[in-house]
């Protein structure tokens, strides 16, 4: 029994609510072995104290069951003969264990710790979704239209890299230019920046990648392209909490993300996954979308809740985050997308354009909530429309 065998049980256990081990992640600093005592050092985990329990225990329950006559040790504060579990409260900094014969150092940092800017990008605002077909991309394209509109300079990265969207929801094709140190030049649309997977590949053409791959790319769309002064990058995510949005969390600091929903208990439940995964990240939540509220019929006016009533706000009081707005089932949304113009960008005094309006402008008095007022002079004075 030696350190790399027990790197390698390791590897078994995931850090909770991800498909990801804690190897890989970072998260065990060191392991060392004396005779058959164990003792594992972790990486500071920060505000996601809770999960530190349940590691201490996944660790504890794996390494008995591969060696039942060794003592496991957390972090060098355990003593030969302790082989339990180490309580919540006493996690606060894994230092590394003392005196081993033999160590393992697979990481030096914490998953979600040091995380490195973008040039020139002020604020960083994914919009997530528990799940597929609640509009999150169609809020997206229009989010970044209003705040356009605000009067900021904007940017919209897909990263939904299995079924790209944005390129044909602002009409264009266009393949990137390139600089002559091979950077990539977002293509231009009515002054908002667009990278997307789908300027790179034909429209019939499928995305086959496992995790590793779109790492990759969405570290080139952050620090391989040509971004230049932006207020707000809006990431399109792609639904669920998998390889992308955990790339993303330890990639860049986040100002915040918006959660998209309908008002279906299905939706709302891999909302409260899709937040969950955030706050377990240390990822603050601007708030929740609530798409498809319900519909009007043009005819009479009568008010139909499709897709049922209230769940958006219910959601948002139970888990404690801003609801920013209610976006009814609107034909003209959809029309204006498959003309590849968004709603907001097309016609800023249509109703539902001023309900972007304002979520935008509650997406800005969030995000500054969380940034004291000497960093944030640089915010233009949003323009009054409409």
């Given at each position: 029994?030696?350190?790399?065998?027990?790197?390698?049980?390791?590897?078994?256990?995931k850090y909770p609510g991800f498909d990801k081990d804690i190897v890989s992640l970072g998260i065990v600093r060191s392991v060392d072995v004396v005779d058959k005592a164990i003792t594992v050092s972790l990486a500071q985990l920060s505000s996601a104290s809770e999960n530190v329990g349940k590691i201490q225990e996944a660790i504890v329950f794996a390494l008995k069951e591969r060696y039942p006559d060794c003592t496991v040790n957390m972090g060098g504060t355990g003593s030969p003969g302790t082989s339990t579990s180490v309580s919540t409260s006493q996690m606060t900094n894994f230092e590394g264990g003392g005196g081993?014969?033999?160590?393992?150092?697979p990481a030096p940092a914490a998953p979600f710790g040091a995380k490195k800017k973008i040039p020139g990008v002020r604020f960083i605002v994914p919009i997530a979704s528990g799940k597929g077909g609640v509009g999150k991309s169609t809020v997206s394209a229009n989010l970044?239209?209003?705040?356009?509109?605000?009067?900021?300079?904007?940017?919209?990265?897909?990263?939904?890299?299995?079924?790209?969207?944005?390129?044909m929801m602002?009409?264009?094709?266009?393949?990137?230019d390139m600089t002559k140190d091979k950077r990539i030049i977002p293509v231009d649309v009515e002054g908002i920046k667009l990278v997307s997977i789908g300027f790179f590949i034909g429209s019939d053409e499928s995305v086959i990648w496992r995790g590793p791959m779109v790492h990759k790319v969405l570290d080139q769309f952050f620090f391989d392209v040509e971004w230049g002064e932006l207020d707000f990058l809006l990431v399109d995510l792609p639904p669920g909490t998998g390889d992308t949005q955990l790339s993303l969390v330890q990639s860049v600091p986040l100002n915040g993300s918006v959660v998209v929903t309908?008002?279906?208990?299905l939706a709302l439940l891999d909302v409260s996954r899709a937040i969950d995964m955030f706050k377990q990240t240390n990822s603050n939540i601007l708030g929740i979308v609530e798409n498809m509220s319900y519909f009007s019929c043009p005819h009479c006016n009568e008010k139909t809740d499709i897709f049922g009533v209230g769940g958006g706000k219910r959601e948002a009081e139970k888990l404690g985050v801003p609801l920013l707005g209610e976006i009814p089932?609107?034909?003209?949304?959809?029309?204006?997308?498959?003309?590849?113009?968004?709603?907001?960008?097309?016609?800023?005094?249509?109703p539902i354009s001023k309900i972007y309006m304002e979520m935008a402008e509650k997406i800005v008095d969030e995000v500054l909530k969380t940034e004291k007022k000497d960093t944030v002079k640089w915010l233009t004075i949003p323009v009054k429309t409409g």
């Amino acid at each position: 029994m030696d350190s790399d065998q027990i790197l390698n049980e390791l590897k078994k256990v995931k850090y909770p609510g991800f498909d990801k081990d804690i190897v890989s992640l970072g998260i065990v600093r060191s392991v060392d072995v004396v005779d058959k005592a164990i003792t594992v050092s972790l990486a500071q985990l920060s505000s996601a104290s809770e999960n530190v329990g349940k590691i201490q225990e996944a660790i504890v329950f794996a390494l008995k069951e591969r060696y039942p006559d060794c003592t496991v040790n957390m972090g060098g504060t355990g003593s030969p003969g302790t082989s339990t579990s180490v309580s919540t409260s006493q996690m606060t900094n894994f230092e590394g264990g003392g005196g081993g014969t033999k160590s393992a150092q697979p990481a030096p940092a914490a998953p979600f710790g040091a995380k490195k800017k973008i040039p020139g990008v002020r604020f960083i605002v994914p919009i997530a979704s528990g799940k597929g077909g609640v509009g999150k991309s169609t809020v997206s394209a229009n989010l970044a239209c209003a705040l356009k509109w605000l009067g900021y300079k904007v940017g919209l990265m897909d990263m939904d890299v299995y079924g790209p969207s944005i390129p044909m929801m602002f009409g264009t094709n266009a393949i990137p230019d390139m600089t002559k140190d091979k950077r990539i030049i977002p293509v231009d649309v009515e002054g908002i920046k667009l990278v997307s997977i789908g300027f790179f590949i034909g429209s019939d053409e499928s995305v086959i990648w496992r995790g590793p791959m779109v790492h990759k790319v969405l570290d080139q769309f952050f620090f391989d392209v040509e971004w230049g002064e932006l207020d707000f990058l809006l990431v399109d995510l792609p639904p669920g909490t998998g390889d992308t949005q955990l790339s993303l969390v330890q990639s860049v600091p986040l100002n915040g993300s918006v959660v998209v929903t309908t008002p279906q208990d299905l939706a709302l439940l891999d909302v409260s996954r899709a937040i969950d995964m955030f706050k377990q990240t240390n990822s603050n939540i601007l708030g929740i979308v609530e798409n498809m509220s319900y519909f009007s019929c043009p005819h009479c006016n009568e008010k139909t809740d499709i897709f049922g009533v209230g769940g958006g706000k219910r959601e948002a009081e139970k888990l404690g985050v801003p609801l920013l707005g209610e976006i009814p089932l609107e034909p003209k949304i959809r029309e204006q997308a498959d003309k590849g113009k968004p709603l907001v960008l097309e016609d800023i005094n249509a109703p539902i354009s001023k309900i972007y309006m304002e979520m935008a402008e509650k997406i800005v008095d969030e995000v500054l909530k969380t940034e004291k007022k000497d960093t944030v002079k640089w915010l233009t004075i949003p323009v009054k429309t409409g």
